[in-house]
T-cell receptor, first 109, second 112 residues
Framework: KNEVEQSPQNLTAQEGEFITINCSYS?????LHWLQQHPGGGIVSLFM???GKKKHGRLIATINIQEKHSSLHITASHPRDSAVYIC???????????FGTGTSLTVIP | KAGVTQTPRYLIKTRGQQVTLSCSPI?????VSWYQQTPGQGLQFLFE???????NKGNFPGRFSGRQFSNSRSEMNVSTLELGDSALYLC???????????FGPGTRLLVL
């Protein structure tokens, strides 16, 4: 049983499209993280959320604690957004981190 | 500020050997976490250290261990290597536990 589920697994979009990646989790959490991983392995933390909504440039992340669901939106997608996006949660029990399997995004020019 | 550094970047070992990986956090960061990433299992949490104390540990066998030094640098050790330990090992640091993490480039370990 996976504590964190992401959808879709793979996503191909045309440049300029609006993109949504979804994350559902089953454990009580203290925070949810959205991570970006480019080919070659480097990981960048995009957002850390415990409630509401955060925006950074073209990226928006939302979380609904009652529904145990988060979304990552990319507006006006660009080929440089092509990467794997990973949802991670920090559980309140044991303070462990749980990870989704990632969404591989390809943005075509 | 320099980012998180990990050494070595690449490593080849044989089954049964042991390995030590090193992580230097961003200056001033006191929390260091370690993760394992494989194609089959994805990212998995190994352990988290804060002020030289292990705060929590993931579901890995006792062959995986770590420590943090007074300067916040951290090492992880894997003894009696198995083929399945081949992975990318990532270290991340944050000012304090629970805050935004900054990831290092990783150490890619291949066990033959």
């Amino acid at each position: 049983k996976n504590e964190v589920e992401q959808s879709p697994q793979n996503l191909t979009a045309q440049e300029g499209e609006f993109i949504t990646i979804n994350c559902s989790y089953s454990v009580g959490i203290s925070a949810l993280h959205w991570l970006q991983q480019h080919p070659g392995g480097g990981i960048v933390s995009l957002f850390m959320l415990s409630s509401g909504k955060k925006k950074h440039g073209r990226l928006i992340a939302t979380i609904n604690i009652q529904e145990k669901h988060s979304s990552l939106h990319i507006t006006a997608s660009h080929p440089r957004d092509s990467a794997v996006y990973i949802c991670a949660v920090r559980g309140v029990t044991g303070n462990q981190f749980y990870f989704g399997t990632g969404t591989s995004l390809t943005v075509i020019p | 500020k320099a980012g998180v550094t990990q050494t070595p970047r690449y490593l080849i070992k044989t089954r049964g050997q042991q390995v030590t990986l090193s992580c230097s956090p961003i200056s001033g960061h006191r929390s260091v976490s370690w993760y394992q990433q494989t194609p089959g299992q994805g990212l998995q949490f190994l352990f988290e250290y804060f002020s030289e104390t292990q705060r929590n540990k993931g579901n890995f066998p006792g062959r995986f261990s770590g420590r943090q030094f007074s300067n916040s640098r951290s090492e992880m050790n894997v003894s009696t290597l198995e083929l399945g330990d081949s992975a990318l090992y990532l270290c991340a640091s944050s000012l304090v536990a629970g805050q935004t993490q900054y990831f290092g480039p990783g150490t890619r370990l291949l066990v033959l």
